[in-house]
């Protein structure tokens, strides 16, 4: 599903990024863990297609394909999906307008027609009782005076209705009481099949809890230093992450 | 020297009126006689504005004053239905007067149906039929030094629409003015004047629509004096959708008694150089007044807005936002002036102007003016001008939108509240429909 290889990125002239490795197949739910400033949000901009990262080096390889030569519209168009960590407001945009937009640009591209209004409703209302969000919720500007649960529950919201195949969630879980982690648990666990593949960020074990990775990534200044299974989560529960910043200065002792 | 030049410009304008004078509606009307002389006067004296002015520093009116345009002060029996059927809002039902030209053209109006107490009608016929109406009321609302398009337009006086609301009529359907340029021939000057009366307690809707025939270089020169006694409301709205080669001056003067209330709406959309004044008057106390402006420039247009909204009297309520989406190499210029008089006590007032820039050469000089003489009043004004926010951008491209689609809904969500604003789901359907038309030709990729 997706390949990283000795991925650098800069931004404004400073490495963020190096050499990152990250192999994703079908099925598979990933969580990225690290402290912050380690660069895990720059990683999901980059999958993401933001323009204002500057890859350097290395290749990502989505679906056999290059995910770098593509415009982000077009990453979205082929299933790949991101969740901020802080969606932006857009005022005089309605949820509901983007919705369509993107359900239609999506199916366009794969060669279906566009849905009829009736059709389009029922999807709607059907993914929003899976957020448990109110029908009037949509026709309110994108995230303008969302609190911050309501915007990553957007987020969510959004994610069930264009179903990607490939899910990056940048700490969706950030700022939620239990009740909304429990929700958007529900949601992400609810797309989890054997075609799609799951990438979460996050900086806590808690959502760990309710979406079980397969396997765990920590990432220490902008490279991945350790990976294993769900028990690597637990045991940085337990450490803090001074434990692999600890390993890690070894670990580039004994590369030096 | 400049000056001399504005003079220049002036004086075929003062000559073309001398030969005219004589077969202007209503002539020998002693009181209408002196009034047009009166701005003959000004305007041979102040001429056309040049950039020497403050009012007119980032508005220059060299390409208005380079060609010499020809007065239509009569009919010319220009009635092209194919080409009205076309300039029409579907589904809006209105009352609607048709002007080619600045002059008034009755095959091609529908002013049937009118409720008792409403008068609309040309006012060249109202000048010929009852002149002595309009004696107290024309003129009425003019700045009191006018710049010498004013002065060029009250010295021409000759047709226009005349609007009355009686007292305590609600007018539900709106009365439409629909101003036809460019109809006979090249460099044809349209010199509409209007006059709308809204009596105590009534309540009605006036658009007014500019708009080309034909691509040929015109100019129209217009004033609208608006006079709203109390408890009157009125929904105004001025359409500007003019040709590439076009010009507009425009002038909206109100007088606003008590407890009354405007709302008006400018939407600039075509024209290559659309200069629009506003001046609200807020006579007496509890008077209020929206203005809602929304202008759009592209190519090389050159769009200007100059309000003011004087506060006379306590307890007075003024509202102005207008907001501009400029591309290509077009420029705006927004000058919003607020007198609040030293009785003026309990004013609320507020102001803004935002602009957006989709490239790099467009300009805007925008410049908000509070002069405030009493001490008990709220007032607050803001000022933008910037881009399209890229992250906004991002956001919509990352969820499978379109760059070109993301900018074009990101602009139009910029316009969405002045056009939320319009209560007339004909009108407002149209104006969205000029903004997506116009942003459909934006294909920027910064
Ligand atoms: N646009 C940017 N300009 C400059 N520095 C940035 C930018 N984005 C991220 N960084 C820097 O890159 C590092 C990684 O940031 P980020 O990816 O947001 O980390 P995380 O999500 O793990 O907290 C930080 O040191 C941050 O300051
Ligand atoms: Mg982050």
Same mark, same amino acid.
Request: negative net charge.
């Given at each position: 599903m997706l390949s990283v290889t000795n991925l650098d990125v800069a931004v404004n002239g400073g490495?963020?990024?190096?050499?990152l490795n990250l192999e994703v197949q079908a099925g598979e739910v990933h969580a990225i863990m690290g402290p912050n400033g380690s660069g895990k949000s720059t990683f999901a901009n980059v999958l993401a297609g933001h323009p204002g990262y500057e890859v350097t080096a290395g290749s990502v390889i989505y679906e056999g394909q290059d995910l770098l030569q593509m415009d982000p519209e077009e990453r979205a168009r082929r299933g790949v999906f991101l969740a901020f960590q802080y969606p932006v407001e857009i005022p005089g945009v309605s949820n509901v307008y983007l919705l369509k937009a993107a359900v239609n640009e999506i199916r366009k591209h794969r060669g279906e027609s566009e849905l009829d209004a009736v059709k389009f409703l029922k999807l709607v209302r059907e993914k929003l009782k899976l957020v448990d969000?109110?029908?009037?919720?949509? +026709? #309110?500007?994108?995230?303008?005076?969302?609190s911050g649960g309501e915007k990553k529950r957007n987020e969510i919201f959004q994610m069930a209705m264009l179903e990607p195949k490939l899910a990056i969630l940048d700490e969706t879980d950030s700022g939620l009481d239990i009740d909304a982690l429990k929700v958007v648990a529900q949601g992400v666990n609810e797309l989890r099949d054997s075609s799609r593949s799951i990438v979460m960020v996050t +900086?806590?074990? #808690?959502l760990l809890d309710y979406i079980v990775p397969d396997y765990v990534h920590v990432l220490a200044g902008g490279r991945v230093v350790k990976s294993g299974g769900k028990e690597l989560a637990l045991e940085l529960e337990e450490h803090g992450y001074g434990w692999i910043e600890g390993q890690t200065a070894e670990l580039l002792e004994t590369r030096a | 020297m400049n000056i001399a030049a504005s003079n220049a410009d002036a004086a075929d304008y003062v000559a073309a009126q001398q030969i005219a004078a004589g077969a202007l509606p209503a002539a020998g009307t002693p009181w209408l006689d002196a009034s047009r002389d009166k701005a003959k006067v000004i305007l041979a004296d102040v001429g056309l504005p040049t950039t020497r002015l403050e009012d007119w520093k980032y508005t220059n009116t060299r390409s208005i004053t380079r060609t010499k345009f020809d007065p239509v002060?009569?009919? @010319?029996?220009?009635? @092209?239905t194919a080409v009205i059927e076309q300039l029409k809002v579907p589904e809006l039902k209105s009352h609607r007067l048709v002007f080619a030209d600045g002059i008034f053209v009755s095959e091609l109006s529908s002013d049937a149906d009118? %409720?008792?107490g409403v008068r609309v009608m040309s006012m060249a016929q109202l000048l010929q039929s009852e002149p002595e109406y309009l004696k107290s009321a024309l003129g009425s609302a003019l700045p009191e030094s006018p710049h010498g398009f004013t002065a060029m337009n009250s010295s021409f006086i000759s047709d226009g629409a005349f609007v009355e609301i009686g007292a305590e009529v609600m007018l539900d359907k709106p009365i439409e003015l629909l101003f036809v340029s460019a109809c006979s021939g090249k460099d044809r000057l349209g010199l509409p004047r209007n006059l709308v009366l809204c009596r105590s307690g009534s309540s009605a809707t006036v658009v007014e629509r500019y708009l080309s025939a034909t691509k040929s270089r015109s100019l129209t020169n217009v004033v609208t004096e608006v006079v709203l006694d109390d408890s009157a409301s009125l929904n105004h709205y001025r359409v500007v959708d003019e040709s590439a080669d076009s010009f507009h001056v425009g002038g909206l003067f109100v007088q606003q008694d008590q407890s009354s209330r405007l709302d008006a709406c400018s939407v600039v959309v075509g024209g290559g150089l659309v200069r629009n004044d506003v001046l609200v008057n807020l006579n007496a106390p509890g008077a209020a007044v929206d203005l809602t402006g929304l202008y759009l420039g592209r190519g090389r247009s050159h769009i200007d807005n100059h309000t003011h909204v004087v506060h006379?009297? %306590?307890d007075g309520t003024s509202r102005e936002h207008y907001k501009g989406i400029l591309d290509d190499r077009s420029r705006a210029v927004f000058h919003g002036r607020i007198t609040v008089e030293s009785g003026a006590q309990q004013t609320d007032s507020e102001q803004s102007n935002h602009n957006l820039l989709l490239s790099r050469d467009a300009e805007v000089d925008t410049k908000p003016q509070l002069e405030i003489y009493a001490d008990d009043v709220k007032c607050a004004h803001g000022v933008t001008v910037g881009q399209l926010d890229d992250k906004a951008v991002f956001y919509l491209r990352a969820r499978g939108v379109g760059e070109d689609e993301a900018r074009k809904m990101l602009t139009l969500a910029f316009a969405a509240d002045v056009l939320a604003k319009i209560e007339q789901p004909a009108l407002k359907g149209y104006l969205e429909r000029c903004v997506s038309d116009l942003l459909s030709s934006i294909t920027h990729t910064s």
């Open positions: 490495m963020i990024l190096n050499e969000m109110k029908e009037e919720f949509l +026709h #309110r500007a994108i995230n303008e005076g969302f +900086h806590y074990q #808690r | 002060l009569r009919s @010319e029996s220009w009635s @092209e009118l %409720p008792r006379h009297t %306590p």
